[in-house]
């Protein structure tokens, strides 16, 4: 990153990350600095409110992969102080030269194979403005430097090397490592997964392009469990084809490599590579032939991508179960290459639990690509199967960080791609989201509407976190008017306010101190109350419909951690209070998923949260049932030592609350 005068000027590097693509890249978790413009907003600073002094940029957290390449596989760039990229470039004291892109350029035809990389690369950029579920590059930055060995002392020369740098945003997790980290998805987690993956390859190869590289550790997703691809665009920088008998180029362009230490390890991680990308010594000479003199026809099929899409549905199925991948190595993956042998396709195959994925992956995995589908009809199989349910497409608004593109878009427009989708949603939206949607997604999931009771709640939870969502918009633009004084920009009805404020207090009144069923009483009391109210007609539901509701949960909770406003808190511990007492929410996810928040939120610094948190968290451990030998010592060993603090807390309805709640939990 030093050899690049932008990164270096604009970024830090914070930590080397593990790459899954092998040594071709090395990757970097860096953070921009606040101090400065963002290198894309160099042309056009944004004034700031008051029009004295700019807008104080926040601290961005990105990801940037660094690779060296040879010089003569730029053959047909521009010399004299020439750019490789189509926008201009600052020429350094040393002669070479530094180039920073959006790829906001139009390519009429690439002359080379950086105009072509820009081309895909923009590409992407567009189909990511109408598909969230793809993240692409967004800066490019390559430079000539020294090489060692040059008497010179210049950046000419048949062993010059060219330093390449890629920035993305940053997301939360890989897929590799949340199929490794408790709590594991159950069979609606791993179709939805899957089922995202699937319409994302889909959108990619829609847009005209191919990933080339489809792993584990190049599928992102975000804390609310949105799925992304990620690196992709630059498949022409990895060659194609392999030699069958020699692993060089797999372990340089592909195989997982840590720098954690300074010996280089190669780790041995699953294979998805396709097939008909490994060929014979013989082979590939000629091949290697004819990409040296077209370099820019070096690119992959969407068969290849679909190849490693099902190798990746194996793996969401069997990797939280230690199963790992469909090819735990080469030698698996060469043996059913070249020799036919299904045997561990056959074994791995059999144990996905899900048919209906069992079916798709089976045809994913065939040998040869003419024999597999495009990923659009995958998609549509998997609708006709069943495994896309209803709840699926309520989820997919849950999940999503921006808002919908707009219908119709100036394709004149030079503004940076990266800067149409910077609108994103914050936890406080998404979770005023979750609740107004509750009612139909339990309708879509279990076939029936919420009880009497329960919809009479909800109307409240509604009111509520939409009074607080305008009440933090309008604050944030005025700064000084309050949401009382300004509603509907009119006179305020004080009467009304006072006994709109009395209800509320009434009802908080009746919910911050439930009736908790006791552990002597049975556990069906409550089910069989709720299922008195709920309607008759009651809508027939597949086992992966209703068992989706530990999605919304998960978006629910995950949602919860960040958010800022205690209404809204209290809104969404309602809720998850009322979701765990349904059938369909298991004791496991009761243990891992509901228990670990509310602990959490016992120091919570409002004290209305704390007190309903602990309610919930006594409301959800008297409903559990079974648990594994592990989750034994939970209450003495964990929940005993979190809840130590609140008899002493300075809030009364926390010692209250404790109080009420103390007996069952001892």
């Not at 070479?96 to 009429?108: C, D, H, M, P, Q």
């Not at 392009?209 to 469990?225: F, K, M, P, R, Y």
């Not at 954690?260 to 290697?288: H, K, L, N």
């Not at 040869?368 to 069943?386: F, I, K, N, S």
Request: proline residues 6%; charged residues 20%.
């Amino acid at each position: 990153m030093e050899a690049h005068e932008v990164l270096r000027s604009y970024y830090t590097a914070e930590k080397a990350f593990a790459t899954g693509s092998g040594r071709l890249f090395r990757t970097y978790r860096v953070r921009s600095n606040p101090s400065g413009p963002h290198p894309q907003q160099q042309q056009s600073s944004t004034p700031s409110t008051d029009g004295n002094q700019p807008q104080h940029q926040p601290s961005v957290v990105a990801i940037c992969k660094v690779a060296w390449l040879q010089e003569e596989a730029w053959s047909t760039t521009t010399k004299s102080g020439g750019t490789s990229s189509p926008e201009a470039a600052s020429t350094d004291a040393d002669g070479g030269t530094s180039t920073s892109s959006t790829t906001a350029t139009k390519f009429k035809q690439p002359q080379n194979a950086v105009q072509s990389i820009l081309r895909d690369l923009e590409y992407l950029q567009r189909a990511a403005r109408h598909n969230p579920a793809i993240i692409p590059y967004t800066l490019w930055c390559d430079r000539r430097v020294r090489t060692a060995g040059n008497t010179n002392n210049t950046t000419n020369g048949p062993n010059a090397v060219r330093a390449v740098a890629l920035l993305r945003p940053h997301v939360y997790t890989t897929l590799r490592d949340r199929l490794r980290t408790r709590p594991f998805w159950n069979t609606a987690e791993q179709t939805y997964a899957v089922v995202q993956l699937v319409r994302a390859v889909a959108a990619l190869h829609g847009a005209g392009l191919t990933h080339g590289h489809i792993s584990a550790d190049n599928v992102g997703l975000t804390s609310v469990g949105r799925l992304v691809l990620l690196d992709g665009g630059v498949p022409r920088l990895k060659k194609t084809y392999l030699a069958a008998d020699d692993p060089t180029d797999y372990l340089y362009y592909f195989q997982k490599t840590s720098y954690a230490t300074t010996i280089m390890a190669t780790e041995e991680t699953s294979c998805s590579v396709a097939p008909e990308r490994f060929v014979p010594a013989a082979s590939m000479a000629e091949r290697s032939a004819t990409e040296k003199e077209a370099p820019t026809n070096n690119t992959t099929t969407p068969a290849m991508d679909v190849f490693s899409v099902g190798c990746l549905v194996v793996e969401i199925c069997l990797g939280s179960e230690g199963g790992g991948g469909c090819f735990d190595h080469l030698g698996q993956l060469l043996a059913y290459a070249l020799r036919n042998d299904t045997t561990i396709v056959t074994q791995r195959l059999g144990k996905m639990a899900s048919s209906a994925l069992r079916a798709a992956a089976k045809h994913m995995l065939s040998r040869h690509p003419d024999d597999r589908l495009t990923a659009a009809a995958y998609v549509e199989r998997l609708q006709a199967t069943g495994q896309i349910p209803p709840t699926f497409d309520w989820l997919d608004d849950l999940v999503a960080d921006q808002p919908p593109p707009p219908k119709e878009e100036d394709s004149t427009s030079s503004s940076p791609p990266v800067r149409a989708n910077m609108n994103v949603i914050g936890p406080d939206s998404r979770l005023v989201k979750c609740v107004q949607v509750y009612p139909e997604v339990v309708h879509a999931a279990l076939g029936h509407g919420l009880a009497a009771t329960t919809m009479a709640k909800w109307q409240r939870w509604t009111r509520t976190t939409a009074n607080a969502d305008n009440d933090a918009g309008k604050t944030k633009e005025t700064g000084t008017k309050s949401h009382a004084n300004t509603t509907d920009g009119g006179p305020v009805d004080f009467a009304q306010m006072l006994a709109e404020t009395e209800a509320l207090l009434q009802s908080l009144d009746m919910q911050v101190f439930p009736e908790i069923s006791s552990s002597e009483q049975p556990k069906d009391k409550s089910s069989s109350t709720r299922l008195s109210e709920q309607p008759v007609d009651k809508e027939e539901r597949s086992e992966l419909c209703q068992s989706s509701l530990t999605i919304y949960l998960q978006i629910l909770i995950s949602t919860l951690r960040h958010v800022l406003r205690p209404a809204s808190k209290w809104v969404a511990l309602q809720i998850v209070d009322d979701l765990s007492s349904q059938d369909y929410i298991s004791d496991e996810a009761r243990l891992q998923r509901i228990v670990p928040v509310m602990v959490a939120l016992l120091q919570d610094t409002d004290a209305l949260v704390r007190a309903t948190a602990l309610f919930v968290l006594t409301q959800t451990l008297t409903q559990v049932t079974v648990f594994s030998p592990s989750d034994a010592p939970l209450i003495p060993q964990y929940v005993a030592k979190r809840i130590s603090h609140l008899p002493a807390d300075p809030a009364l309805v926390v010692r209250l609350a404790f109080a009420q709640c103390m007996p069952l939990l001892a």
